[in-house]
């Protein structure tokens, strides 16, 4: 630490070597000055844990020892023994004619920003809460673009986990996804909530060791997506991953490596209950965020799961009584017939097309479908319309289900809307594969809107304030489903803002030991809802609310750790009573 010349008088020596230590003020900071081993040394007196007077520790052997958790420090120079706990600051000392001079304005080791960052990796590394908290808020508070933590995150998790893209990244880009929904310290809270998945995700896992590209990068797309498709085809993802780096050194664009991963992800049907799908979309999503030059650090951490994801059709549900994977394979083997056979054609939506795609007749579906591409419907066409119908199966959920079939409903929703934002990414064809998938499973799970969860009647005179205060409210019990979905549409029925109703249902998930699923269902409802017609933003909006209901209250220990972080970058003493 560079020593400057701003010293200012602390306390006499030999006062402090007859009391061993003493706390002192100097320019507003609160600094503990310790005599020992024929040396005085000063450090800042709150403990960098969690504040605890350092003052009323223990020294012993060069040692300082808080009493609180027992972190150590270094005493000479500050730095700690215990990686959770931080370097308590240190200050420059001077003796002169028997007073003990201080100074309490010392250049830093590093600028804080800098120090923030290896404090965020040291919190990822080590699966530190509290640590990755107060990163976040330092980062933050020193004007860091949020871009710098996601990217730590991302890059961390695709790296520090074998089986590759996992929950932990989904949560951490649904949640850069929603920082535009979010206001003050909820995007501080977006971070760390997402940030501290990665971690736990990561934890006492091995890393995943890359491949090379090939050294010839000439081919042509079409032969490195035929290739990569028959890689994971037989479940081979060294191969894969190698012509996916090799796609990616020879410089094809996002919506050609989108294409490729798309392809493979729809090969085979619903591939690991949809999780697979989605975690392509997110994986792309989050180089949108921090930018597609990091691609060949992210998107291999995607080919493990697609080569070893199950595969839909391998299970009863797609074969008995029905089989509808077979029924599909017909279909798709005549795709690019009724491709060219819309080209030129412009598509406009049956109005009974949502009823059709929600009744019992997998037949209907499909031809409702396919007559759609025969008159020029896209992929992105068709792809909003079933995803709007996979959030109607969320939205009138019937609550005389198990618990766990939200669960059920929930993954045909977020692959749905994985398809769907895929399709606006890029215009392969494969993915209309992925729009049927889609629309057999919101078939299947018809038996989970039986009966349905009735829309809430619209009721346009209520007070907005008092509207959200009932939707908050509904939160905090269990089994409030109804009364929050009512709440939510109440709100917006009596000119409530819809970004408003964002960032409460927001603020409510980021309050929440939330499971990987809620924040999903907040994500995909909230990117479903934008662009759509107000009545249907209201339903899905109705749905995520009922949702988040349906998985509140948790134990909120998270918040608590925040909190705590919070505080503590404010200066408060949280070992204090409360006044």
Not at 65 to 94: I, K, M, N
Not at 134 to 140: E, F, H, N, S, W
Not at 203 to 218: K, T, Y
């Amino acid at each position: 630490m560079a020593v400057s010349d701003t010293f200012v008088p602390a306390c006499d020596r030999d006062e402090l070597t007859e009391a061993g230590r003493k706390l002192v003020s100097l320019d507003g900071h609160a600094i503990a000055l310790f005599d020992h081993e024929g040396s005085v040394r000063a450090v800042a007196n709150a403990c960098p844990h969690m504040g605890f007077p350092l003052i009323r520790g223990t020294v012993d052997d060069g040692v300082l020892t808080c009493h609180w958790h027992h972190a150590r420090f270094e005493l000479s120079c500050g730095d700690t023994f215990d990686p959770w706990a931080d370097d308590v600051l240190s200050y420059p000392v001077e003796i002169r004619d028997g007073t003990v001079y201080v100074d309490p304005s010392p250049e830093p080791d590093e600028p804080p920003a800098v120090h923030w960052r290896q404090r965020l990796e040291d919190g990822l590394e080590r699966n530190l809460r509290l640590v990755v908290a107060k990163a976040v808020i330092g980062l933050q508070d020193e004007g860091v673009p949020t871009t710098d933590a996601i990217e730590a995150g991302v890059r961390f998790g695709a790296q520090y986990r074998r089986e590759g893209w996992g929950p932990g990244l989904t949560i951490l880009t649904a949640m850069a996804n929603v920082l535009g929904d979010v206001e003050g310290d909820d995007a501080k809270r977006a971070l760390y909530h997402g940030l501290i998945q990665v971690a736990s995700d990561t934890a006492g896992e091995p890393p995943r060791f890359d491949q090379d590209a090939f050294e010839d990068v000439d081919a042509d797309f079409d032969r490195l997506l035929s290739w990569f498709r028959e890689s994971i085809e037989v479940r081979d993802p060294d191969g894969a991953e190698r012509v996916l780096r090799t796609a990616i050194a020879a410089g094809y664009v996002d919506a050609d490596i989108a294409h490729m991963l798309g392809a493979a992800a729809t090969d085979h049907r619903y591939l690991d209950t949809g999780h697979m799908l989605d975690f392509v979309n997110k994986a792309c999503e989050s180089l949108d965020h921090i930018g597609w030059e990091h691609a060949d650090d992210v998107l291999p951490s995607l080919v493990r799961g697609l080569a070893m994801a199950d595969r839909a059709e391998e299970s009863a549900s797609w074969r008995r009584p029905i089989d509808l994977a077979g029924r599909l394979d017909d279909t798709f083997d005549e795709l690019d017939q009724f491709i060219r056979f819309g080209r030129n054609r412009t598509w406009s939506k049956p109005a009974d097309m949502l009823e059709t795609l929600l009744e019992d007749d997998p037949d209907a579906i499909i031809d409702v479908l396919v007559e759609a591409i025969r008159e020029g419907a896209t992929p992105e066409d068709l792809a909003s319309v079933v995803a709007f119908a996979a959030g109607m199966r969320v939205t009138q959920f019937s609550t005389t289900n198990e618990f766990s079939d939200w669960n059920t409903v929930h993954h045909t929703f977020t692959y749905a809307n994985a398809v769907h934002q895929l399709t606006r990414r890029t215009d392969a064809k494969e993915l209309y594969r992925g729009v049927f998938d889609a629309a057999i499973n919101v078939y299947l799970d018809r038996f989970l809107n039986t009966p349905p969860a009735p829309l809430p009647t619209t009721d346009d005179g209520m007070n907005p304030d008092e509207t959200l205060a009932r939707l908050t409210q509904a939160f905090d019990m269990e089994g409030q489903v109804n009364d929050a979905g009512a709440a939510a549409a109440h709100f917006l029925d009596s000119g409530g803002e819809i970004g408003t109703l964002r960032n409460e249902l927001a603020a409510a998930l980021l309050r929440e030991d939330a499971g990987f699923h809620t924040y999903q269902a907040l994500e995909a409802g909230f990117t479903q809802a934008a662009e759509r017609p107000s009545e249907e933003a209201r339903t899905l909006m109705v749905g995520v609310a009922r949702y988040l209901a349906a998985h509140s209250p948790t134990r909120r220990e998270r918040e608590q750790t925040f909190t705590i972080a919070a505080r503590l970058q404010r200066g408060e003493a949280i070992h204090e009573a409360d006044d």
